[in-house]
């Protein structure tokens, strides 16, 4: 009985500083006009600036589970899909939680933003198409990185983009 208590100390603290030295990491918040750390932009404000987009949403019964707006970049060939929250506010408006630029088709290409998004440039200068070796050097090693098709482990972008080859790192 002691010596099971004694591991699972040991694993709670092992567990912690890992955790700890997770949350000492910079997380990229930022890419083109969307800065997800400083300010909360309204799904009636996406739409106001850039138009509704292709709408698509995931139900249960009358509730929505999910929200995104997708938009095709002809400019720089690339679909953006901005993921709103689940839960409403006070004034009955969900936030955008995610944004995902993309290469891979995610809606028809009439879907086009209203007004330009601008330059889909993280904060650090990575854009889409950069090579893996320069996304490495500007936010250093991956915490993980999987072979998809290959390693058996779970990503939701994988599966989300349902991917067949490639790489995901975080």
Known sequence: MIR???IAIIFN??????V???ATQEIETKIGPFDLDS???SESNLISQYGQGYVQEKKYG???LEKKHVYYVPSERTWVEIRFSH???E????YVEEALITKQK???ETYRPTKPFGPLVTSKGVRIGDSIDKVIKTYGAPSVSIEVGRDKIFSALDEDLKLKKGRVLR
């Open 106 to 108: 995610l809606c028809d």
């Open 87 to 89: 839960v409403l506010d």
């Open 39 to 41: 300010s909360s932009i």
């Open 20 to 22: 700890l030295c997770w």
């Open 62 to 64: 009358n509730e929505i």
């Open 13 to 18: 603290v092992v567990f912690l500083a890992v």
């Open 91 to 94: 004034n009955l408006e969900r």
């Open 4 to 6: 099971r208590l004694k």
